[in-house]
C-alpha cells in the first residue's frame, strides 16, 4: 500500500484467535461478529452479529464497539473505542470467558499459522482433512463457501472399476441422505483412464455441473457430481466429497426485472450478499418489487439480468440440481387443512421422498420435524383447528422435511396478532440458528429486532437501505416505521437508491461484505437459466406411486369434510325424489319429458358441484408441490378417480331413487342394448362425470373461489336450454352447434331413445333425431359425452400449467 510522504503509517499486526490468525494491512477495516461474512468471525451466542470493527488510524489500530448487546472489552475494560497496538487482549461477549483476541506483530514466527491466510468464516472441524489439489471448477471462490472450503471427506479410488453410490448400507460410498435413492449411481473406470458417473434411474436425479445426468457422462478433474445434498469432485486418484450441511451462503448480484417490453422494472440492480446462519428480512411498500425478488432468488419466477450465487455456485445455471435444497413457504398455507398435522406431513413425505424410502423412515423424519418446530402435542390435531402461528409452523415443518439450506417465506405473519408475529419471528430466528439461512418477505415491523439483517425495497425495485435493522430508522432519519413508509409513497422523486450507494453502511454491507467476486458477462444469461431452459424437476416418486399418494390424501381430505359428506349423500337423493314425484308410477306423456329434465339437471349439479371448487382452492399448494416434482397429470387423475368414483355413486343413487319401480314404457319394455333402467343409469352416470369434468374446468378457470357458485347456477340454467326438451335445437343455426358441447345434450339424447321419447309424448321438439330409437344415435350420445369428457380433461391439464411456477412453464 502506498502512503504519502510524512503520513504515519500503522503498524502491520496479525490478531490471533482460538480459531487462528488473520494478518491486519492499514487502511483496511476488519469486522468482528457473527455474520460469517466479518473478516473475524466468532461463532458465539454471546458475540452479535456484527460486534466490533477494527482500524487503522495514522499511526494506531482503534477497536470500536458497533452497539454490541454483550459489550467489547480491551485490557481489561469495557470499551466503546479504543486504541490498540501489539500485546493488547480483546474479549468479545464477556470480560472473563468471552472469545478472546490478541494482537501480535506481522514478523512474529506465533503468527505464522496455517489458518492465518485462512478466509474470514469458521473453519471445518479439526477432523476435516487438508484438501488435495485441484477445486471444483464450477464454484466462484471455493474459499469463501461453506461447503467448498474444505472437503468434508477425500476417499482414494479404490481398484475396482465400478463404485456403486448410494443410500443402501452396502454401498461402496454410503450417502445418509433420504433424498438419495438405496441404488443412486455408479462411478465407473473406464479402459483409456477416464471416468465416467452413470445413474441408476434414481428418483431424484444425478447432476454433473448442475445437469441432470439421463444415462451417464463423462468426468475431467474439477466437475461436480450432484448427488442429494452432496458434491463430489475428481481429484487425481481421490474422490472429494462437500456435504452442504445448510450454512451456505447468497450473493445477489445485479438483478434486474422488467416487464411490459422494458418499459416498467420492476427490480433494479438489487445487489447484496447473505451470510450462513443468517436471518434477512425484506420489507418496502407496496409495488416495491418484493414479490420479484422471492421469485428471482428461489429461481421459479428467473430476473432477466443478473446472478444469484448459491453458496459460490450459479443457481440459474445449475438450478436442475440446486433447487432441490430450497424451501419456498407461501403466504397462503400449503397443507390440507381438514387433515391432522402428522397425516398431512406423512402425505408430503411420501411425495417428496424417493419412492425405495422405506416407511419406517419417512416416519422418523416427519417425528424429527414435528419435534424441531415444536408440534408435538398438535401431531394429532387437525390443522383446520390450529391458531394462524401454529399453522404457519406446520407450513415450514413440510418445507423442512427434505432439509432446504435456503428457506424463503412470504409474508409469513399476514393476519397474526403482534404476540403470534413476534412467535412466529422468533421461530426462524431458531431455524437460521440451527445452520440454515433464512429470508423473510414481510409487511410487519413489528419484530424486525430479531432479524440479522434488513433489506428495504424503495419504489421502482431499487435498494433504499441494506444493513442491520437497528439502525435503519436513523440512516432515514424517521423515529417510526410508518414516517418512513410514508416517505416512501410521498417523495417519489427522491433517490433512495442513490442516497444509499453513496453512504457508508453501503461500503460496509454490501462492497465491503461481498465474497464472491462479481461474474462478468452473465447478465442476460441469467434469466434464461444458461442457454437452454432446464428440464422438470425429478419425480421422487414414479407417475404410479405419486398417483396411488394423491388418491389416498385427496380420499382422507374429502372424508374429513363433512359438510361435502352431507351434500353428496343428500344431493341426489333430493334430486331423485323430485323426479320420482313427477314421474308417478308410469312415464305418461305429461311426466316423461319433466321427469328426464329433472335427471338431467340432477347429473349436472351432482357432478358440477363436487369438483367446481376442487383446484382453486388447492392452486397454492399445487403451485408449489409442482415446483418440487408432482406429476401434473397424476395430480389431475387423482382428482378423476376420486371424484369420478363419487359422482358414478351418486348417479346411480339419483337414477334409481327417480325410476326404480317406474313403468318407463319403453318399446317392448326393452332398451336398445340392455334393460331401460340400466340404459338411463348409464346415460345419467356419464352425464354427471362430464359435468364433473366441466366443473374441473371451470375451477381451473377462475382466479377467485367466490365465483365458482355463481357459475354453477349459470352451468347448471345452459344446460337446461341446450338439452333440447325446452327449445328445437336441430336446424337451428348457431344454437345446434353450441349445443354440441351441452353434455344434457347428448345424455338427454340416450335417454329419450332408450325410452323412444318422441312416441310417449308426440310433438315437433320430440321429433328430434338424437331421441330415435336406435342404435347407432344411441351410440353416438354416449360417445360424444366421452369425447366431451375427454376434451375437458385435455383443457384442464392445459390451464393447470398456466398457473404452474413460470420456470415450470419454460
Not at 699 to 706: C, G, T, W
Amino acid at each position: 500500500m502506498v502512503q504519502r510522504p510524512g503520513v504515519p503509517t500503522a503498524p502491520e499486526l496479525v490478531l490471533q484467535t482460538d480459531l487462528g490468525s488473520t494478518p491486519m494491512s492499514p487502511g483496511r477495516t476488519y469486522h468482528v461478529g457473527r455474520d460469517p461474512l466479518c473478516e473475524i468471525c466468532l461463532d458465539d451466542a454471546r458475540v452479535s452479529w456484527h460486534h466490533a470493527v477494527l482500524r487503522s488510524e495514522g499511526d494506531h489500530w482503534t477497536v470500536e464497539d458497533e452497539g454490541s448487546t454483550n459489550g467489547t472489552y480491551a485490557d481489561g475494560h469495557r470499551v466503546q473505542e479504543w486504541s490498540v497496538g501489539v500485546g493488547s487482549e480483546l474479549r468479545f461477549g464477556s470480560l472473563d470467558d468471552g472469545p478472546r483476541a490478541v494482537l501480535v506483530p506481522a514478523g512474529d514466527p506465533a503468527a505464522a499459522s496455517p489458518a492465518a491466510s485462512a478466509p474470514p468464516y469458521a473453519p471445518a472441524p479439526p477432523s476435516a482433512p487438508a484438501p488435495p489439489s485441484g477445486r471444483p471448477s464450477r464454484v466462484s471462490n471455493p474459499a469463501a463457501t461453506g461447503t467448498f472450503r474444505q472437503p468434508t471427506s477425500v476417499r482414494p479410488l479404490p481398484a475396482r472399476t465400478v463404485v456403486r453410490i448410494g443410500r443402501a448400507p452396502d454401498s461402496d460410498l454410503v450417502i445418509d441422505d433420504l433424498t438419495v435413492s438405496r441404488r443412486h449411481a455408479e462411478l465407473r473406470a473406464l479402459a483409456d483412464g477416464t471416468y465416467e458417473i452413470a445413474d441408476l434411474g434414481s428418483h431424484n436425479g444425478t447432476y454433473l455441473n448442475g445437469s441432470r445426468v439421463e444415462r451417464s457422462a463423462f468426468l475431467i478433474e474439477g466437475d461436480i457430481v450432484g448427488i442429494g445434498h452432496s458434491a463430489f469432485c475428481l481429484v487425481g486418484d481421490q474422490l472429494q466429497e462437500y456435504v452442504d450441511t445448510g450454512e451456505v451462503s447468497l450473493d445477489v448480484q445485479g438483478l434486474t426485472v422488467a416487464v411490459d417490453r422494458g418499459r416498467k422494472t420492476l427490480l433494479d440492480q438489487v445487489s447484496f450478499p447473505v451470510g450462513a446462519k443468517c436471518l434477512l428480512a425484506v420489507v418496502g411498500p407496496s409495488g416495491a418489487g418484493k414479490s420479484t425478488l422471492l421469485g428471482a432468488l428461489t429461481g421459479l419466477r428467473p430476473a432477466d439480468q443478473g446472478t444469484v450465487l448459491y453458496d459460490g455456485r450459479d443457481l440459474y445455471r445449475d438450478y436442475a440440481e440446486l433447487r432441490s435444497r430450497i424451501g419456498l413457504v407461501p403466504q397462503d398455507d400449503i397443507l390440507h387443512a381438514q387433515l391432522t398435522v402428522r397425516r398431512a406431513l406423512t402425505y408430503a413425505a411420501e411425495l417428496r421422498f424417493p419412492q425405495d424410502t422405506a416407511k419406517a423412515e419417512r416416519r422418523a423424519r416427519v417425528d424429527e420435524v414435528i419435534g424441531e418446530l415444536g408440534l408435538q402435542q398438535r401431531a394429532d390435531q387437525p390443522i383446520h383447528s390450529l391458531s394462524g402461528g401454529q399453522r404457519k409452523r406446520v407450513s415450514v415443518a413440510l418445507e423442512l422435511l427434505t432439509k432446504p439450506s435456503l428457506l424463503f417465506l412470504d409474508e409469513p405473519t399476514s393476519g397474526l396478532d403482534p404476540g403470534m408475529d413476534r412467535s412466529v419471528m422468533h421461530m426462524l430466528r431458531g431455524l437460521a440458528d440451527d445452520g440454515r439461512t433464512v429470508i423473510v418477505v414481510t409487511h410487519s415491523v413489528l419484530s424486525l429486532d430479531v432479524c440479522d439483517l434488513l433489506l428495504v425495497l424503495a419504489p421502482g425495485g431499487r435498494i433504499a437501505y441494506f444493513g442491520p435493522p437497528q439502525d435503519a430508522l436513523g440512516f432515514f432519519g424517521f423515529e417510526e416505521w410508518p414516517e418512513a413508509f410514508e416517505a416512501f409513497e410521498d417523495q417519489r422523486d427522491r433517490d433512495w437508491a442513490g442516497q444509499y450507494r453513496a453512504s457508508p453502511v453501503h461500503r460496509r454491507h454490501i462492497d465491503v461484505a461481498a465474497r464472491q467476486p462479481r461474474l462478468a458477462g452473465v447478465a442476460g444469461e441469467a434469466g434464461r437459466l444458461g442457454s437452454t431452459a432446464p428440464l422438470p424437476p425429478p419425480k421422487a416418486q414414479s407417475w404410479g406411486s405419486q398417483l396411488s399418494s394423491l388418491v389416498r390424501r385427496y380420499a382422507a381430505v374429502l372424508s374429513a369434510d363433512r359438510t361435502f359428506i352431507v351434500i353428496m349423500i343428500a344431493l341426489p337423493f333430493m334430486m331423485g325424489a323430485m323426479a320420482r314425484a313427477l314421474a308417478g308410477s308410469t312415464l305418461t306423456a305429461e311426466t316423461a319429458l319433466n321427469a328426464l329434465l329433472i335427471l338431467c339437471i340432477g347429473g349436472v349439479l351432482t357432478g358440477a358441484a363436487n369438483a367446481v371448487r376442487e383446484l382453486i382452492k388447492e392452486r397454492v399448494i399445487y403451485q408449489r408441490e409442482r415446483a418440487v416434482g408432482l406429476s401434473r397429470s397424476a395430480y389431475l387423475m387423482s382428482k378423476v378417480v376420486v371424484l369420478g368414483t363419487i359422482t358414478v355413486a351418486q348417479a346411480a343413487a339419483l337414477t334409481l331413487v327417480a325410476l326404480a319401480g317406474v313403468k318407463l314404457n319403453a318399446p317392448d319394455g326393452k332398451g336398445i342394448f340392455m334393460p331401460p333402467l340400466i340404459e338411463i343409469t348409464l346415460a345419467v352416470a356419464l352425464l354427471s362425470f362430464c359435468a364433473m369434468m366441466l366443473g374441473l374446468l371451470i375451477s381451473a378457470v377462475v382466479r377467485k373461489e367466490e365465483v365458482t357458485m355463481p357459475l354453477l347456477v349459470l352451468l347448471a340454467i345452459v344446460q337446461v336450454v341446450f338439452c333440447g326438451t325446452l327449445l328445437k335445437i336441430t336446424g337451428v343455426p348457431v344454437i345446434e352447434q353450441l349445443a354440441w358441447f351441452a353434455p344434457a345434450r347428448w345424455a338427454m339424447g340416450a335417454m329419450a331413445g332408450t325410452i323412444d321419447l318422441g312416441a310417449i309424448v308426440p310433438g315437433k321438439v320430440t321429433q328430434d333425431p338424437l331421441f330415435a330409437h336406435e342404435k347407432g344415435v344411441w351410440l353416438l350420445c354416449m360417445a360424444c359425452l366421452v369425447a366431451l369428457s375427454l376434451l375437458f380433461g385435455v383443457l384442464v391439464s392445459r390451464l393447470l400449467r398456466r398457473h404452474e411456477p413460470a420456470i415450470m412453464r419454460k
